[in-house]
């Protein structure tokens, strides 16, 4: 049965986050979305789309924890879709710190932006709550992609294409050859077969980012196509998921997982096929759509510009419940969450500006580029 006392709480936060707006337009001193930091609005929504939808795959109430009868099925969906989304996004900002010359300087930026990642992500993991952290796979990730910055187009596509259809198989085998040369565990290389976000299968949403950076998405028309050729991706993605699925199904209700499995986590050919489809079609629409609203969104667009402090806090909160958040869930503290990070994250942008993480993981990557760069060109 859901907690009822919290709804009070739920709809008090919800009638004072105009005024909470208001506070920060007054007391921001100029300092807006755009005169905080040159963003691009499209991008920071699609971010904070993720971050939304990560809340609701980790906090939200799908009936498929406690199976009360009160939750929103539709909310099971969000599992695997979400940090497939950033994990594009994270694709498409490597290529475009990639477009600025000098592309060494560049390689070492990604480079110290994946170290933070790292070092994040396992700060996180030692917090030991039931969330599968995505970030030190992104670092790894991250250092993968330095490899491909200078890929053409049609490489970064090719190469894409190829992971996303065969990284189900790469991954299986990867896993029984670290099993078998005791290396399964070993920290940060671990990443690259993890039962979760493995990275070697999983840069093919990087590179699917490299190649949507690239293009000229800009243009109204090239935003439709992009939204047209996801809507497609997802449309063959399930169709042949549900004509291909197995038909072994335990006396519990699960499926046999298999090339064409259609679940959430399982990298598969066609999981990942969907997955590409909702990101592009998703970030089409963001480019779209947010330049029109940016007035009446920006605080959404504050959350998407500080989204790795936002998914930090919302482990953090997790680990202050004990776990309860994810295992106890309630859509009231699904809305609650989402209403509180969009306004702190307003309220700081307007009063301090860049998000602390995004802040010191801007500050750390450039330095290391700096340095690096300075003793091989003395």
């Not at 963003?39 to 199976?67: C, E, F, K, T, V």
């Not at 994270?90 to 010359?101: K, Q, S, Y």
């Not at 209700?253 to 096929?273: C, N, Q, Y």
């Not at 700081?348 to 700096?370: D, I, K, N, Y």
Request: include cysteine; proline fraction near 4%.
């Amino acid at each position: 049965m859901a907690y009822r006392g919290s709804s009070p709480v739920v709809k008090r936060a919800i009638r004072m986050f105009p005024r909470v707006v208001r506070v920060a337009r007054r007391r921001g001193r100029g300092r807006g979305y755009d005169a905080a930091m040159r963003r691009i609005p499209g991008l920071d929504l699609a971010r904070a789309l993720a971050i939304y939808l990560m809340l609701a795959a980790h906090i939200g109430d799908s009936d498929a924890r406690d199976m009360d009868g009160d939750g929103i099925p539709l909310l099971v969906h969000t599992n695997g879709i979400a940090p497939a989304v950033f994990t594009v996004l994270v694709g498409m900002t490597t290529a475009m710190i990639a477009a600025r010359p000098p592309i060494a300087f560049a390689r070492w930026r990604i480079a110290g932006r994946g170290l933070v990642l790292i070092a994040v992500g396992y700060a996180l993991e030692a917090l030991n709550t039931s969330i599968d952290i995505v970030l030190a796979n992104l670092g790894v990730m991250l250092l993968l992609s330095i490899v491909a910055l200078t890929w053409s187009m049609r490489t970064l596509a090719i190469v894409g294409g190829g992971l996303a259809l065969t990284g189900w198989w790469i991954t299986s085998w990867l896993q029984e050859a670290a099993t078998g040369l005791g290396i399964a565990n070993v920290p940060v290389i671990e990443k690259l077969w993890s039962v979760h976000y493995p990275a070697i299968a999983w840069m093919a949403y990087i590179f699917v980012g490299m190649v949507l950076a690239r293009i000229a998405l800009k243009a109204t028309r090239t935003q439709f196509l992009a939204m047209g050729v996801g809507l497609a991706l997802m449309v063959v993605a399930v169709a042949v998921g549900f004509a291909f699925r197995s038909q072994n199904v335990s006396a519990t209700g699960i499926r046999e997982e298999t090339w064409a499995t259609l679940g959430a986590h399982s990298d598969s050919p066609v999981e990942m096929t969907l997955n590409i489809g909702f990101a592009v079609t998703t970030i089409a629409a963001c480019l779209w759509l947010a330049p029109k609203a940016q007035r009446w969104l920006w605080p959404v667009l504050a959350l998407g510009a500080m989204a790795l402090t936002a998914y930090t806090l919302q482990i953090i909160a997790i680990w202050a419940s004990d776990n309860r958040l994810v295992y106890d869930p309630h859509n009231q503290s699904l809305v609650l969450g989402c209403v509180l990070l969009t306004a702190l994250a307003a309220v700081w942008q307007r009063l301090v500006g860049a998000g602390p993480l995004e802040r010191f993981t801007t500050w750390f990557s450039t330095a290391l580029a700096t340095r690096a760069t300075a003793r091989s060109n003395p």
